[in-house]
C-alpha cells in the first residue's frame, strides 16, 4: 500500500476555497453502516487533516443532526483549516423511522441552514448543498432561497446534488454553483450523460459521493444480505444483495488485478479512477469516501498518488455497464429519473 503525506490541493469552483484534492465523507459515523466507535472515528477525523484530507462532508439527515453535532468539537478545534460542507432537503420525522420526504421550499431551507448552524456550532457554512431535488418547487425559487443565506454570511458557497446538467445551468443562472455532488465511480457513471458535461462548462467541482461503491469495489463484502449487519442500509440497495450482488462481484476481477500490478489496494483503484475523471473530462473532482479508521483514511488518501495507464482505464471501461441493479431501491429522487 502507497504511503502518502499531504496530498496535493484544488480549489472548488472558480473562485472558492483550496481543499485538498481528496475529501471526507462523514455520513458513516452516525448511521447508516451499523456501530461506531466514536474515539476511532475521532482519530480518523485527525488523520484526515494531517494528510491534507480538509473538505468534511456531512448533511442534517446523517443521524438526524447527531452527525453535525459530532462533527463540532473538531470544528471547534480546527476551523481555520477545515471546509465544512452539509446538506438540506430530506426531511425526518422522529415518530417514524422510515420516514422521509424531500423539501426545497424557502421557509424550509431557511430553517434547516439555521438548525444545522446551530448543531456544528459554526457561523457560517463553507458550503452548503441542497441534497435532493423536488421537481415540484421551481429551481429558481430554492437557489434564490440559498443565495440569500450567502448574502446574509450564514453561507459561503452554493451546492447540489443528484441534479441534471439542465438543472445544473439553471441553477447556476440564478446563483453561481461551486459544487455538484453526485454518485459516480466504476459502478456508476449516470452522472456523464449530462451533468459531468455540464459542470465542466460551467467551471463547477464534481464531487462524487460513494467512490468505492458503498465499500463493495473494496472487496469489504460480496452480498449485504449475508455478510452485513441488520442494521445496514446496504442490505435494502438492489445491487449488493442476491444475483445482483454474484454478478457484480465478478467484474472486480480487472480492479483486482490492475492493484496488485501496482501494489495497491482495490479501493486505491477505484478511488484513483475517480481521481482521474479530472483529466477525462476536463473539470476539478474531488471525491469523499468516508470510514471510520485511521488505516483506511491513509490508504484512501495514498490514492491520489496513482495514476492508471491508458491500457489499464480501458480495461475498467465497461464495468459500469455491466452493473446489474439500482443504486437505490426508489430511484424517484436521482439525477438519472429525470435525464430527457
Known amino acids: 500500500m502507497t504511503s502518502v503525506s499531504r496530498i496535493d490541493t484544488v480549489r472548488l469552483g472558480q473562485d472558492g476555497p483550496e481543499v485538498g484534492v ?50 463540532a468539537p473538531f470544528l471547534a478545534a480546527h476551523r481555520d483549516e477545515v471546509t465544512l460542507a452539509t446538506k438540506f432537503a430530506i426531511e425526518r420525522r422522529a415518530d417514524d423511522p422510515a420516514y422521509r420526504a424531500v423539501r426545497n421550499d424557502p421557509a ?36 434564490g432561497a440559498m443565495a440569500e443565506l450567502v448574502r446574509e454570511g450564514k453561507v ?39 451533468a459531468v458535461g ?33 442494521g445496514d442500509f446496504r442490505r435494502y440497495q438492489p445491487r449488493f444483495t442476491g444475483e445482483n450482488a454474484e454478478r457484480n462481484a465478478a467484474l ?20 484513483a479512477w475517480v481521481q482521474q475523471r479530472a483529466s477525462v473530462h476536463g473539470l476539478t473532482v474531488v ?21 492508471l495507464t491508458a491500457a489499464e482505464l480501458a480495461e475498467l471501461e465497461p464495468i459500469a455497464g455491466l452493473v446489474a441493479g439500482d443504486r437505490y431501491p426508489d430511484m424517484r429522487f436521482t439525477s438519472v429519473e429525470r435525464e430527457a
Open 108 to 143: 424550509y431551507i431557511r430553517k434547516a441552514a439555521e438548525d444545522s448552524l446551530r448543531r456544528l456550532g459554526i457561523e457560517t457554512v463553507d458550503l452548503y448543498y441542497m441534497h435532493r431535488r423536488d421537481p415540484a418547487i421551481p429551481l429558481a425559487e430554492s437557489v
Open 198 to 230: 455540464a459542470a465542466a462548462e460551467l467551471g463547477v467541482t464534481f464531487v462524487p459521493y460513494s467512490p468505492l461503491g458503498r465499500g463493495f469495489l473494496t472487496g469489504a463484502f460480496a452480498d449485504a444480505s449475508r455478510d452485513l449487519s441488520g
Open 22 to 71: 481528496q475529501g471526507f465523507g462523514a455520513m458513516g459515523i452516525s448511521e447508516f453502516y451499523g456501530e461506531t466507535d466514536e474515539a476511532a472515528a475521532r482519530d480518523t477525523l485527525d488523520a484526515a487533516l494531517e494528510a491534507g484530507v480538509t473538505l468534511i462532508d456531512t448533511a442534517d439527515i446523517y443521524g438526524s443532526g447527531a452527525n453535525e453535532e459530532f462533527l
Open 287 to 307: 471525491p469523499i469516501p468516508g470510514t471510520r479508521k485511521r488505516s483506511r483514511l491513509e490508504e484512501n488518501a495514498a490514492a491520489t498518488r496513482i495514476t
Open 156 to 194: 459561503r458557497y452554493l451546492g447540489l446534488s443528484e441534479v441534471t446538467g439542465p438543472e445544473l445551468r439553471e441553477a447556476h443562472a440564478v446563483h453561481p454553483i461551486t459544487a455538484l455532488q453526485s454518485e459516480w465511480s466504476l459502478f456508476s457513471r449516470d452522472v456523464e450523460r449530462s
Open 252 to 271: 472486480l476481477d480487472p480492479v483486482r488485478k490492475i492493484a496488485a500490478a501496482h501494489g495497491a489496494t482495490p479501493a486505491q483503484i477505484a478511488l
